[in-house]
């Protein structure tokens, strides 16, 4: 079997930037994040799902967090100076993205938007977050990751 090349994958090679590949099996349908983390014998506080939504100015902004977490929305929107986000809608991801539900990369959207992940990532030397396909994951440093998407760090979780 050919191993599968994302473009979230070819972004942090063309950037020359160290990161690892992980598949897991799937069915047609999108796995929740703490079932990834099982799935890749992972600790779920080390693998981050990517949430996208749209704030009080219409803007779309990124979110970043453990997979075990839910987003923070009042946290959100002060961590990039909004009156309030609220998420998209499912139908919308692929348009705001370029990615489905359940294989969102915070690498290679179609836009650059402003992305906040979590802080906890800080304290761990790689995390994982998606590959931009259902099935795959990329662990890199976070703050490697951060630079590449012009990413901040907040605490924006419960």
């Known amino acids: 079997m050919s191993e599968i090349k994302t473009n979230a994958m070819r972004i942090l090679e063309k950037q020359k930037i160290s990161y690892q590949t992980y598949e897991y099996e799937h069915g047609k349908e999108a796995v929740d994040g703490v079932t990834v983390a099982k799935l890749l014998h992972q600790n779920p506080e080390q693998v981050f799902k990517t949430l996208v939504t749209r704030g009080h100015s219409k803007n779309y902004f990124v979110f970043v967090i453990p997979v075990e977490h839910e987003l923070d929305l009042k946290k959100a ?14 139908s919308e991801i692929n ?3 370029g990615y489905i539900r359940g294989g969102c990369s915070p690498i290679g959207m179609k836009k650059l938007y402003q992305t906040v992940i979590h802080e906890s990532a800080q304290a761990f030397p790689t995390i994982m ?3 931009g396909k259902i099935g795959h994951q990329v662990e890199l440093s976070p703050q490697d990751l951060a630079n590449l998407i012009h990413a901040i760090f907040a605490d924006i979780i419960f």
Not at 77 to 90: C, F, G, L, P, R
């Open 95 to 97: 348009a705001v993205t």
């Open 77 to 90: 929107a002060k961590a990039v100076k909004e009156k309030s986000v609220e998420m998209i809608h499912v």
């Open 129 to 131: 977050v998606s590959a």
